[in-house]
């Protein structure tokens, strides 16, 4: 925790004479990480009625943030004004009644366009991908599946076209949405299926998939060999010179049950993946290494899929922290150390997806509702204290002044 | 914080949830709120100790504590604030929504929490909502996640009971369509009904005055009523009238008293007492209608209406009255009474117009042949009883003696004899007789002869403490009055011995509680002078426990049910051990009786 505190003055301007603080602003930033609490005054727009399964934010803007629910529903919040007290606005949605094609199932999988957000992507569990044009909100491509699919990822970099669709009875489908081909289909794992698929951060033809069986395979699409590298839980990365490293081996497993998450460090070189056995481990991605942290038990019941997000200091790669959805709470861990920051709660039913905001440096959750999370504590407490001083009220924020001063003892005990 | 607010604060939460009643004490929980009101350091002691008090597994516990709760979180921010970071606790604790978490008992006071709780929380969120972003989610979450009513905690929740409540509406709608059809169509064939009844009653009035032309103008619907049959008016229509003289006791209708009296040359009217009794007049003589070829289309015409009434208008009528009453049956809406109503004095019009149509024998044939068969059935069953109550002797039937005492030496013959045997090393015997060994055995062949007990028509009798008689039908013994022997109307044994054994039994059982712990004397002396002198039985047990005054209900406490006290009754030691021995000494007589087959078998081959 001390490393995320602000360091008092003294220490501040020693640590700039040695060159280890350069900016002032990476400081607040850090501070801000693991200082999150709940924007009281922030709402969104409420959409949904049902749970909502999964989220994505754009990444050119960092402002839309799509959100589909488990009745197949989407909707797009525009998360800009990130001041203290505002209302967020639905830009657009889909569903029964506002659009002919829409997904009829849970929604799996959202994806923004990784270049602009004028193209979305969209799976669901009625075993469709479609594919939307953002500024009309109209399907402009759509891909039927024999079998169920669980998840879709599409590489992060530039000029990347390529979706992978982890099926359920394990085979890995490539969609090249440039040509509209989906006939790539990699058998990387057991018929048990495959939970999840995720694109290396820097490189368009590496991915990681994570099957039922608990195992994750790190597969080149263009090598002909059905994956490169594939996690043991064995294999760890110690300084004991007696223990050697393990070669991986086909009984190689990462987690003892089926894959639920698996999220790469903005490094590049760790990868966190969380399993069905409640457990969530540090890799390295060039050798396939386990790091020795231990972030304890993290319940994982009745979520599919579970959405973790990583945030990491650019100019201190130790200062990173990721957010894990743990039931009803959203627990913060330093990912180096493994050591628990905070727990955030607010939530009242098991949280699915957390998605962190690289530029206005604040988290979303969603279990049946969407929440925000920032560093406002001191923010809020000074409106607060504002709101009750009564010279600065106005009108429109009266009835909130008033609740919130009211420490109100009934009249009748004055007088005894 | 001081020790002593902390320990008068811990007192006074645990006075008034362990309070047991439905409101709070208003003295302490002013006392409270005086003691919170000073600071917020207070208020979150007094926050803690309400979230232990609402982890007892007690609902009436619960419901005093979310009072308090519901009190202070309408005064206190910092309560407030409090309470929300954990509200997850308190639904789960106060509404148990969750299937693995619900309620404790007892359930009434657990309904009138759920109740409480979900109106208090409607409540605070009208209030609050604005300020507290936690409370909106909260509230949000029960509304769109539980689908909770928050006005109606009692109505079932979730995705079936929605299906349900579908279901009933439309159960409802096709039922109110039913009821619109079925009211039209009565009224369409209500007239037509009318109509019906009217011409039967025609032609009927056409028959009859057919019959006696003097009654032209009598109005055949009080028919009954005003026929009269009399002797002593012949004289007066003898000169026009020649039918008369056919019918052996002349019955003639009468228009009125006046006339009757005018014929009898009795002026003084009133004073007169004719009792004429209707049902005693021949009937046979009087309406037998003859069918002859002047009426035979009027009768065949009558016929034909007696069966449209009777066939097709009640039916229908009865098929509608059933809808109008699963109507009213589901709704108890006010409309369908006047149409019932309606039916049935449609009903009732039919039905009449049926009888007197019988009355005069004029319904088709049919009628009197479906009578026939049920009186055929009723002389039978009345022959057939008085055997049926002899049967108490246990008497064999013929199967029985077939099984039980037929000679089945031939059958075993059979069995013995080996001629399709082809071992060359035993030869198939060629005598035909039976070893005598065998024969022996066949004697010593045990066989179980299994009677059916006669009914039981006797009741054990013995008198009880409510002044009854017992009503168990045992029988030889009564569980609860042991042998059962001959009583007198009052229970009193007729037997003179045991009468006196019984009532010196009954005097004992009086004398073993001492005479001053006659209860109703105990009682007065309790209320003159609050000593309660009962020698208690509990006494011992008082003592080691003693505990702080609560008026909550005690859950451990089992409910005393028949079922109870049967099972106290049948599942005691003794009666296990018993009925354990009994079953035992029955399985080792039936394996003793298989070793001795067995035995005689080896022996004797």
């Keep these: ?416 | 914080m001081n020790q002593l607010v902390e320990q008068s604060l811990s007192n006074l939460v645990q006075e008034l949830t362990i309070s047991g009643s439905r409101t709070l004490n208003e003295e302490k929980i002013k006392q409270l709120k005086q003691i919170c009101k000073q600071t917020d350091v207070n208020v979150e002691y007094c926050y803690r100790l309400l979230i232990a008090q609402l982890n007892k597994n007690h609902s009436e516990i619960r419901y005093s504590t979310f009072q308090i709760i519901d009190q202070l979180f309408n005064r206190s921010h910092h309560f407030r604030t409090l309470l929300l970071d954990d509200f997850n606790y308190l639904i789960d604790k106060c509404l148990g929504l969750n299937v693995d978490n619900q309620l404790p008992p007892p359930n009434q006071t657990a309904r009138l929490l759920r109740q409480f709780t979900a109106t208090s929380i409607k409540k605070w969120h009208e209030k609050f909502g604005t300020a507290y972003k936690l409370l909106d989610i909260g509230f949000n979450y029960l509304k769109n996640c539980k689908l909770m009513n928050f006005d109606n905690m009692e109505e079932p929740i979730g995705i079936t009971a929605e299906l349900e409540r579908e279901r009933n509406q439309a159960n409802q709608i096709r039922l109110t369509q039913k009821l619109q059809t079925a009211s039209r169509e009565l009224n369409e064939t209500s007239s037509e009904i009318y109509s019906c009844i009217k011409q039967a009653e025609n032609c009927l009035n056409l028959l009859v005055s057919n019959k006696t032309e003097s009654s032209s103008a009598i109005t055949t619907t009080e028919s009954d009523e005003e026929i009269v049959d009399d002797d002593d008016d012949d004289d007066d229509d003898e000169d026009d009238d020649d039918d008369f003289i056919d019918v052996p006791i002349e019955p003639v209708k009468i228009k009125n008293d006046e006339e009757l009296l005018q014929v009898l040359g009795l002026g003084t009217a009133g004073k007169l007492n004719i009792t004429i009794d209707l049902n005693e007049r021949p009937k046979s003589s009087l309406f037998n209608i003859e069918m002859t070829d002047d009426n035979r289309a009027l009768i065949e015409n009558l016929h034909d209406l007696y069966r449209q009434l009777d066939d097709v208008y009640l039916n229908k009528i009865q098929s509608w009255m059933n809808i109008f009453i699963q109507v009213q049956q589901n709704s108890n809406e006010q409309q369908t009474s006047t149409v019932i109503k309606r039916a049935i004095d449609l009903k009732n019009s039919i039905q009449s117009c049926l009888k007197m149509i019988e009355n005069y024998r004029l319904a088709p044939k049919r009628t009197v042949v479906t009578q026939k068969p049920g009186k055929i059935s009723q002389v039978k069953t009345v022959t057939q009883s008085p055997p049926q109550e002899e049967t108490t002797l246990p008497t064999l039937t013929d199967n029985e003696i077939q099984y039980f005492f037929h000679d089945d030496t031939q059958v075993l013959k059979r069995t013995f004899k080996q001629n399709d045997i082809e071992n060359p090393f035993v030869r198939p015997t060629e005598s035909n007789e039976m070893p005598e060994s065998l024969q022996y055995s066949l004697l010593m062949h045990k066989r179980t002869y299994v009677s059916e007990l006669p009914a039981i028509k006797w009741k054990c009798r013995a008198p009880l403490d409510n002044n009854k008689l017992c009503e168990r039908m045992d029988r030889y013994k009564c569980p609860f009055h042991g042998r059962i022997i001959a009583r007198d109307e009052q229970g009193q044994a007729a037997d003179e011995k045991i009468r006196k054994h019984e009532e010196e039994q009954q005097l004992a059982r009086k004398r073993s509680r001492p005479e001053w712990q006659d209860p109703e004397m105990l009682e007065d002396i309790r209320l003159a002078t609050g000593v309660d002198l009962r020698m208690s039985e509990a006494n011992k047990r008082k003592k080691k426990k003693k505990k702080i005054e609560s008026g909550l209900t005690e859950l451990g406490i089992e409910e005393n049910t028949v079922r109870k006290r049967l099972e106290k009754k049948l599942l005691n030691r003794a009666s296990v051990k018993r009925i354990g021995a009994a079953l035992e000494a029955d399985e080792r007589r039936r394996n003793e009786e298989k070793f001795h087959h067995q035995f005689n078998y080896s022996l004797n081959n």
Excluded at chain 1, 201 to 208: D, K, S, T, W
Excluded at chain 1, 250 to 264: D, M, N, P, Q, T
Excluded at chain 1, 328 to 353: F, W
């Design chain 1, 1 to 416: 925790m001390d490393k995320y505190r602000v360091p008092n003055r003294a220490n501040l301007l020693r640590a700039r004479e040695y060159g280890l603080e350069t900016s002032f602003i990476h400081i607040e930033q850090t501070r801000r990480l693991a200082d999150f609490t709940l924007c009281k005054y922030r709402n969104l727009t409420s959409y949904h009625h049902s749970s909502i399964s999964t989220m994505n934010l754009d990444q050119s803007e960092s402002r839309y943030l799509l959100s589909g629910g488990s009745n197949g529903h989407i909707c797009c919040h525009d998360m800009l004004p990130s001041s203290l007290v505002t209302t967020h606005p639905i830009v657009f949605q889909i569903d029964r009644n506002s659009n002919r094609d829409h997904h009829t199932h849970n929604i799996c999988s959202l994806l923004w366009y990784p270049n602009d957000n004028g193209l979305f992507v969209t799976l669901g569990l009625d075993k469709k991908l479609k594919i939307w044009d953002t500024n009309q909100v109209k399907m402009v491509d759509e891909y039927e599946f024999s079998n169920f699919a669980y998840s879709a990822h599409m590489p992060s970099t530039a000029n990347a076209s390529v979706i992978a669709v982890a099926h359920e009875n394990g085979d890995l489908r490539l969609i090249d949405i440039r040509s509209g081909s989906d006939s790539h289909v990699i058998h990387s794992h057991t018929k048990k299926g495959i939970c999840l698929v995720k694109w290396f951060n820097n490189n368009p033809n590496l991915l990681a998939s994570g099957g039922v069986d608990g195992r994750v395979l790190f597969t080149d699409v263009r090598s002909s060999r059905a994956h490169y590298m594939s996690l043991d839980r064995d294999n760890i990365l110690t300084n004991n010179e007696q223990i050697k490293s393990r070669q991986t081996t086909v009984s190689s497993v990462a987690h003892h049950r089926g894959v639920k998450s698996l999220e790469f460090l903005p490094d590049n070189t760790h990868l966190l993946t969380v399993g069905a056995d409640d457990l969530m481990y540090l890799w390295n991605v060039n050798n396939g290494q386990r790091l020795l942290v231990n972030y304890g038990p993290i319940t994982t019941n009745n979520v599919r899929i579970l959405t973790i997000a990583c945030a990491q200091m650019k100019h201190d790669r130790t200062k990173s922290v990721v957010y894990v959805p743990c039931g009803k709470y959203v627990r913060v861990y330093d990912i180096l150390t493994g050591q628990r920051l905070t727990t955030l709660s607010g939530h009242l039913m098991p949280v699915s997806t957390c998605i962190y905001n690289r530029l206005s440096v604040e988290l979303y959750s969603c279990s049946d509702d969407i929440l925000v999370w920032g560093a406002v504590k001191k923010q809020q407490e000074d409106y607060e204290i504002s709101m009750k001083n009564p010279e600065r009220r106005n009108e429109a924020t009266k009835t909130l002044a008033q609740i919130l001063n009211r420490d109100q003892w009934s009249d009748d005990e004055d007088e005894d």
